[in-house]
Nanobody
């Protein structure tokens, strides 16, 4: 069964930057488009960025120009570099495939406040 281990979240001031990472177990990662999703108590989980195995990226409109998704195929990892953070970016961030499997990791909390 696939496992996702997200890390790197924390508290950051508005306008600050943060990079979060996700390690994916097994063969699930191979040739699969991966994405970062986020969820708050008030909103459904939404995709914010995705990257194909060859590196083509897409972004949700609210994060374009601020977030950068990347992957290291030989290490089964996906990263999300977040800059110009806003309070509305506060959420628990998860990685998963596209489409997402029913298994989810614990996520990593990103809080933008100050």
């Amino acid at each position: 069964q696939v496992q996702f281990v997200e890390s790197g979240g924390g508290l950051v001031q508005p306008g600050g930057s943060l990079t979060i990472s996700c390690k994916v177990s097994g063969s699930y990662f191979v040739y699969r488009t991966m994405a970062w999703y986020r969820q708050t108590p008030e909103k459904r989980r939404e995709s914010v960025a995705s990257v194909t195995y060859s590196g083509t990226t897409t972004y949700e409109d609210s994060v374009k120009g601020r977030f950068t998704i990347s992957r290291v195929n030989g290490q089964n990892t996906v990263h999300l570099r977040m800059t110009g953070l806003k309070p509305e970016d506060t959420a628990v961030y998860y990685c998963n495939g596209v489409p997402a499997t029913t298994t989810w990791g614990q996520g990593t909390q990103v809080t933008v406040s100050g």
